[in-house]
């Protein structure tokens, strides 16, 4: 009796393959180890670690100023924010009073920042889905930003213009003017992002239905930023928790319910919209006054656990501080944006082709040393 | 031409008739490769500057004036590159792949006619065989994809074996479409009608319009270009099937794409807007301007496909196939039978 | 019929893109963005408060200002700046005083935090607007901010 065991040549086999540290499509080095079959995407798993810097603990043992500019490494597309949510972590805990000119100076350089970080994004969401042009017209917009964070904080990324207290110095005569201009440019800009990319067909078919994140999923991950509130999840931290000048102004909280890459896509391109008009409302009203307010030369927090939370331009970033009375932090850490929306991938990618994880890792917006610290 | 035919002749009274046709065809050969060579690596400067306009950039600019030797620089460096391979692969299907590529891009290269004089090899099958040889230079994609032993040159390169069989349907029938009102596969025949009868895209109108977008479509997947360059899809592939290449054997891939691309472009000029004739015939008197207009003609199109490739992003595989499956296929389909009936009813438009 | 309301819509967006593109192409000879940077040298100038590496100002006697306080190595996150002092005899006042050695400054460790020259009471550190900081051997990194020979400009106190 013939006992071969019959073989299914026509069987499908998984194979896993290794997307990254070394891969256009995670923007630096996160490895992505996908089990794959044919081309559907059966399993994500994240691998971190190749850019960690152990900035939590080099906290501990800096001093309250110090601390500012390891945040600048974080998300370095948002590093403006990043430095002002320490900042208001030290400020709150002192107790300090702070000028209305520096609130409404640091929030007008965050917007900035956010859009600076939304064209950058744009310019590389158009090269993953394969259109490259996109990312010299991103580029184009972000330049001007960067110019004007240049003249007034003297870098382009890691600014450090904030310190414990207010700015580090005043801002530029030319500011006010330089903004204006890019306002002024900009809007004439933004409707062609549309026209270019968020309107064609390809790419409408590309974003549409994949990587669909419901509003249940949203929460109990803890997304956070355009990614929560593509799906309906109303997290707005300058809406819910308002800090700097942002109770001030009127703004939308740009929501979304379907949850798929498209709307996480929308609601980044709203937000510029939001963002300008952020702007447009205090440009014109900078108070007078001081660009800081007196602290000691040594900074000592009272003894306790602080918490504040800020909005980048990825979603909620936390800074816990506890304190021992020293000049040093007793503990510090950090919930950014990128680790809880990164967690979220193996969950939405699944089923999906290669293109798809690709486009729906586009719009999570990932920076890697935001998530590896 | 005089040139050739003093040449034919010095080479027959030279020696017996069957060397000197031989040595003649060697040289026809030599020529034909030396222009594509050079042709090859103008059209990759040509991207490059087309793609920097495109993007508010300068583009190369530096090396020779407005960076005229960019791409000779760099095909030397090409040259004097390493070759690397991988430890695991195939190595005889390896080395091979890259020459069936550019070996059939080349081969197909022979066909058009740049002038009514100028046409090195008149096939009377030679719509056939042009859409004969350029599907063969997938097989060296696909061998180049699988003998390297890396899985994600292995996904490009079965993307590529899916693509190219699907769209080579859809640029045969719209061939077939237009050869309807010609009623000849030979390259001259078909020129001649347009001779007489004018641009069969105006000859065509409608179907033909049709025709040519979905040639125009389906010639640009047949290249693997933007947008649908899937074989490639650098956010998603680092580089599909050539990964593993390096140096000259990854510049023949590169070349090939391009003179690909030139045969597609030629194609298309050479049926639907008649190869050397001039717009309105305004200048049949001078035959060799024919090279000018076939160039000039060729190069629009090829500008259009670049300009494809700058604006769009890329399709996912499923709707690549979508789109060959249920939109272009019967929708060609559909233009054949109206054309058919169009050239039953004498609605064509003749001059 | 929702088939072919789909090939025009497509098309039609697709034109539209098309059509930005094309806008840049046509006007890409004044639109381009390049900085050609080696050749646009002799014009191209950074904002005044660039900060490109930590300088020491000297004035035309060779003094500088700084008392040797040491304040900006304190405030360093990173150990950028050592500062080499001794007390000397003032030749004015006969009085012993700290004085500066040598200021050394690392560059290779700075990250351009600005919290030196924050830190500083004499405002004998400043930010030079320079940028082309490559060299072959990173121990040119580490540079002797204050020039040979050099002393404390008379009436600069902390």
């Known amino acids: ?150 003249e007034t904080c003297g870098a382009r990324l890691t600014m450090n213009y904030n310190i414990p207290g207010g700015l580090m110095f005043d801002i530029h005569p030319n500011f006010v003017k ?93 937000e510029m919209w939001e963002s300008l008009s952020i702007i447009e409302q205090l440009i014109d009203n900078i108070p007078e006054g001081d660009f800081f307010a007196k602290t000691n030369a040594v900074i000592k927090l009272p003894e306790g656990e602080y918490y504040q939370k800020v909005e980048t331009a990825r979603g909620e970033l936390g800074v816990y501080i506890v304190s021992t009375g ?48 | 031409m005089n040139i050739t035919k003093n040449i034919h002749e010095w080479l027959f009274s030279l020696m017996p008739e069957t060397t000197a046709s031989i040595v003649e065809m060697v040289l026809i050969a030599v020529v034909y490769l030396a222009i594509f060579a050079v042709a090859g690596l103008y059209l990759v400067l040509l991207e490059r500057r087309v793609a920097a306009w495109f993007q508010l950039r300068l583009g190369p600019n530096r090396v020779g004036y407005q960076g005229l030797l960019q791409t000779m620089a760099d095909a030397l460096k090409l040259v004097s590159k390493e070759l ?32 009514k004089e100028l046409h090195a090899f008149d096939i009377n099958i030679g719509i056939f065989f042009l859409i004969a040889i350029s ?62 009868g004018g641009w069969l895209i105006v000859q065509g109108h409608i179907p033909a319009l049709i025709a040519f977008c979905i040639y125009m479509i389906a010639g640009t997947a047949e290249t693997n270009r933007a947008p649908f360059d899937l074989v490639e899809a650098e956010s998603e592939l680092g580089a599909g099937f050539h990964t593993e290449y390096s140096g000259m054997k990854f510049a023949y891939f590169f070349l090939a794409e391009f003179i690909n691309m030139f045969i597609i472009a030629s194609i298309a000029t050479t049926v639907f807007f008649g190869a050397y004739l001039s717009p309105f015939g305004i200048t049949e008197n001078i035959p060799l301007l024919g090279v000018f207009w076939f160039l000039g003609k060729t190069l629009l199109l090829i500008f259009l496909m670049m300009w494809f490739r700058w604006t769009f992003p890329r399709l996912r595989i499923d709707q690549l196939l979508v789109l060959e499956w249920k939109y272009l296929l019967p929708l060609n389909l559909m233009n054949l039978l109206l054309m058919a009936l169009m050239v039953l009813l004498g609605l064509t438009i003749q001059f | 019929m929702s088939y072919f309301s789909d090939i025009y819509n497509g098309v039609k967006t697709l034109l539209t893109g098309m059509s930005v593109t ?10 381009a963005i390049t900085q050609q940077y080696p050749d646009n040298r002799d014009t191209l100038k950074m904002f005044d408060r660039f900060r490109g590496e930590v300088v020491m100002p000297h004035d035309e006697n060779n003094e500088h200002r700084c008392t040797g306080c040491q304040k900006c190595e304190l405030a360093c996150p990173n150990g950028s700046i050592e500062i080499i002092w001794d007390r000397q005899v003032d030749p004015e006042t006969g009085k012993k005083k700290k004085m ?26 400043k930010w030079a607007q320079n940028f082309e900081n490559s060299v072959y051997d990173r121990a040119y990194l580490t540079r002797v901010l204050n020039k040979p020979g050099s002393k404390l400009m008379p009436g600069v106190e902390d």
């Open chain 3, 100 to 125: 500066i050695d040598q200021h050394i400054y690392h560059l290779g460790m700075c990250t351009m935090c600005g919290l030196c020259i924050e830190a500083c009471p004499t405002d004998a550190i």
């Open chain 3, 22 to 31: 094309g806008k840049y192409f046509l006007h890409s000879r004044k639109g």
């Open chain 1, 1 to 150: 009796m013939d006992t071969t065991p019959i073989i299914n040549n026509f069987k499908s086999e998984e194979y896993q393959i290794n997307m990254g540290p070394q891969h256009p499509a995670t923007h630096g080095v996160l490895r992505l180890l996908l089990t794959i079959d044919g081309e559907i995407i059966k399993k994500v798993e994240p691998d971190l670690g190749y850019i960690h810097r152990s900035i939590e603990k080099m906290c501990e043992r800096d001093s309250y100023q110090q601390i500012v500019h390891l945040t600048d490494r974080m998300d370095y597309l948002s590093s403006h924010i990043n430095n002002e949510a320490v900042c208001l972590t030290v400020e709150n805990a002192l107790e300090l009073e702070i000028p209305e000119r520096v609130k409404v100076i640091r929030t007008i350089i965050a917007e900035l920042t956010r859009i600076a970080s939304h064209t950058l994004w744009w310019g590389v969401m158009g090269m993953d889905v394969g259109a490259l042009t996109t990312y010299f017209y991103g580029f184009r917009d972000r330049e001007m930003i960067n110019d004007i964070f240049e």
């Open chain 1, 178 to 270: 330089r903004t204006k201009e890019f306002i002024a440019h900009f809007k004439t800009k933004l409707p062609e992002y549309d026209l270019l990319l968020s309107n064609n067909i390809i790419f409408r078919k590309r974003m549409e239905g994949i990587g669909i994140l419901t509003k249940e999923d949203a929460i109990s991950f803890g997304a956070s930023g355009p990614v929560g509130r593509a799906s309906g999840y109303s997290c707005d931290v300058r809406k819910h928790h308002s800090y700097s000048a942002y109770d001030k102004v009127k703004f939308n909280e740009v929501l979304k319910t379907e949850g798929d890459t498209y709307s996480r896509y929308q609601v980044r391109v709203l």
């Open chain 1, 326 to 373: 020293t000049k040093n932090p007793y503990r510090m850490k950090f919930r950014s944006p990128g680790f809880s929306n990164l967690s979220l991938l193996n969950h939405i990618a699944v089923g999906g082709k290669i293109g798809d994880l690709v486009a729906t890792m586009a719009t999570l917006d990932l920076v890697i040393p935001d998530i590896d610290r």
């Open chain 2, 84 to 115: 690397t391979g991988t430890l695991k692969a195939d190595k005889f299907l390896y080395n091979l792949a890259p020459y069936f590529v550019i070996v059939t891009a080349l081969m197909a290269m022979s066909l058009f006619p740049f002038t």
């Open chain 2, 135 to 196: 599907s063969i230079g997938v097989i060296g994609i696909l061998l180049a994809g699988w003998s390297s032993n890396n899985k994600f040159a292995l996904i490009g390169a079965m993307r590529s074996g899916v693509q190219t069989i699907s769209y080579e349907l859809s640029v045969g029938l719209s061939l077939l479409t237009m050869v309807l009102m010609t009623g000849s596969l030979q390259l001259s025949q078909i020129v001649e009608v347009q001779e007489k």
